[in-house]
């Protein structure tokens, strides 16, 4: 096999070809990697068949799919034919949804009858003729076949695909017909970002990059060739596909399959399918440590655990409870800038900054000072943080489709600028301190929410936590925090003891405390885990969940917001705005 820097994700997936090792699971159903590639042959052959005249034009096949083994296949039918799959968000709605597909210019749009119900009646610029409905009614014949669907349901299966683009046995094999292998500078994907905090974009990645990444990752975390690699993040996303696909690709482990992620089925999943690790982004952990631990938790295959932005404290209590061991990175699909862990890095931190990592003022550029932390290692000085920068991603980055602004806004200078801050210790370690959006200015002070939501989800009935700002009818921010409570937890029982949790704090800055507490049943999470607020920003204290708040600066307490409260709070709008306007 070519190695890292020559090899492409075709030539990984050619390199399975021969090997009768179980190579994908999902349901009952299993399929060893000949067979992988074999289906992936049939489905190169099938986009093949849609390739533009116009060697110019994007041959973009549009994956509309949820955690299904399809999803698999056309990822390896679309490295052998030279094609880009473009990783359709399903939790994404209406117009919203078309503007995504016409956006990324998607030649070909595979789906299946869940998918096809989102598309109806939409304007998504591709032709019902181009649109190939792929379900899980029958099972496609020869090499790639794998016995009867064993009725789980959910789309697990391997199934039939109509509409005018569906393979037959008449005419070339596939692997007959079409240009030569892919070159590693093809375009291979196009993966959405999380749309945190506004439309998400289309990060353009290789078949190079991605190779290359499938290779080092899998020897950097120790994948081998035993291992079950259980995949309960969505495959639209870069870290089910970069994290876990192409690393077992890389080296003939088996993927799991399940078709979305449940903390609830979380262990019952791993027993079933014997995993030995798998990967997580977001408040994933979270929410499995939520649900009631049991004697037997740690009883389990699992080995090791990969992913992103979990909380020290959850990170702790997971390994504690299931034994299996986690390694947090900082990443993104983008690939500007990744950071790993290592032995000596402290709990919370994402790991060294070494030459290349700064934190710089956002808008000089300046270097921030080393952040002082306490004994308890908790942050003593706010004004370190800035925006994280790699000196070297630039070169690594290869942009997003069709934004050239967007692609000036993360190299500049000839450093790439990751849209996230964080602050470097004395020591040289990297702190995550939130987005770029995430900063609040409360009464001239500027801090960022993130330390304020890793305080809140101390409090050991907090599940996760979300800070923003809210409108001051006069200058600046409110604070206001959104919280998600571990089952039977009263709302009002914890608003009234949260002020002395807050206070008992010492690293609590003196403008951080929540002017307003939401208490939300849940809290709205894109669809990989991450806590997304647009909507909690634009709705405000006018929610129907409980929310509490301290009235004036002075109060300590806080208590539940009345309609009345609401109508004074609205007050305070008009009558600055009426201020405003009186001359002088």
């Not at 070809?17 to 190169?44: F, N």
């Not at 792929?134 to 299966?157: F, K, L, M, N």
């Not at 800035?386 to 500049?412: H, I, K, Q, T």
Request: proline fraction near 7%.
């Amino acid at each position: 096999m070519t190695g890292a820097g020559t090899a492409t994700v075709a030539d990984l997936l050619e390199a399975r070809a021969g090997d009768d090792r179980t190579g994908l699971v999902a349901g009952d159903r299993s399929w060893t990697w000949r067979q992988v590639v074999a289906e992936s042959r049939r489905r190169a052959e099938t986009a093949r068949r849609f390739r533009p005249a116009d060697p110019g034009a994007p041959f973009h096949l549009g994956v509309l799919l949820g955690n299904v083994p399809e999803y698999l296949f056309w990822l390896g039918g679309a490295a052998l034919a030279g094609a880009v799959v473009v990783g359709i968000n399903p939790t994404r709605r209406g117009e919203e949804l078309a503007r995504d597909i016409r956006f990324t210019e998607c030649t070909v749009l595979i789906t299946d009858a869940e998918g096809a119900g989102l598309l109806e009646g939409l304007d998504t610029g591709v032709p019902a003729e181009r649109t190939l409905r792929v379900d899980g009614a029958g099972d496609s014949e020869g090499d790639g076949g794998s016995g009867t669907d064993s009725g789980t349901g959910g789309g697990t299966g391997a199934g039939s695909i109509s509409g005018p683009g569906a393979w037959s046995d008449d005419g070339p094999g596939p692997e007959d017909g079409g240009p030569g292998a892919p070159a590693r500078r093809s375009l291979f994907l196009l993966l959405f970002t999380s749309g945190t905090s506004g439309a998400p974009k289309a990060v353009q990645c290789t078949q190079g990059r991605l190779a290359d990444i499938a290779l080092r990752a899998s020897e950097a975390y120790g994948f081998r060739t035993d291992d079950v690699c259980y995949c309960p993040m969505p495959l639209f996303h870069g870290n089910a596909v970069m994290a876990l696909w192409a690393p077992a690709l890389a080296v003939g482990a088996t993927v799991a399959l399940a078709p979305r992620f449940s903390a609830s089925g979380f262990l019952d999943d791993v027993r079933r399918y014997g995993a030995t690790r798998f990967t997580y982004v977001g408040k994933a952990l979270a929410y499995v440590l939520a649900t009631p631990e049991q004697a037997d938790d740690a009883d389990t295959p699992l080995r090791s655990g990969f992913g992103t932005e979990a909380s020290a404290r959850d990170r702790s209590e997971f390994e504690r409870r299931f034994g299996c061991r986690l390694v947090e990175g900082y990443g993104s699909s983008e690939g500007g800038l990744a950071i790993n862990r290592t032995a000596d890095t402290p709990g919370g931190a994402l790991g060294p900054a070494g030459e290349d990592v700064l934190v710089v003022d956002p808008a000089t550029g300046q270097e921030r000072p080393r952040a002082r932390l306490g004994p308890d290692g908790r942050l003593e000085d706010a004004g370190a943080i800035g925006e994280l920068v790699s000196r070297s991603g630039a070169r690594r980055f290869e942009g997003y489709w069709r934004l050239p602004d967007a692609d000036a806004s993360r190299v500049r200078d000839g450093w790439y600028w990751t849209g996230d801050l964080g602050f470097i210790d004395e020591d040289g370690f990297v702190w995550f301190a939130g987005r770029s959006d995430d900063w609040l200015r409360v009464d001239s002070e500027n801090f960022a929410a993130a330390p304020v939501e890793r305080i809140l989800e101390r409090h050991p009935e907090v599940v996760a936590a979300a800070v923003y700002p809210v409108a001051d009818p006069r200058t600046g921010d409110r604070v206001m925090a959104a919280v998600e409570l571990r089952p039977g937890t009263d709302p009002t029982h914890f608003a009234g003891g949260l002020a002395g949790f807050l206070a008992a704090q010492p690293d609590l800055g003196t403008k951080w405390a929540p002017r307003y507490l939401r208490v939300a049943g849940a809290l709205p999470l894109t669809a990989t885990g991450k806590i997304t607020k647009v909507g909690l920003r634009r709705e405000g204290w006018t929610t129907t969940d409980p929310v509490f708040w301290r009235p004036d600066r002075g109060d300590h307490e806080y208590r539940p917001m009345t309609p009345v409260d609401v109508e004074g709070i609205a007050g305070e709008f008009v009558e600055f705005d009426r201020t405003a306007l009186l001359p002088g």
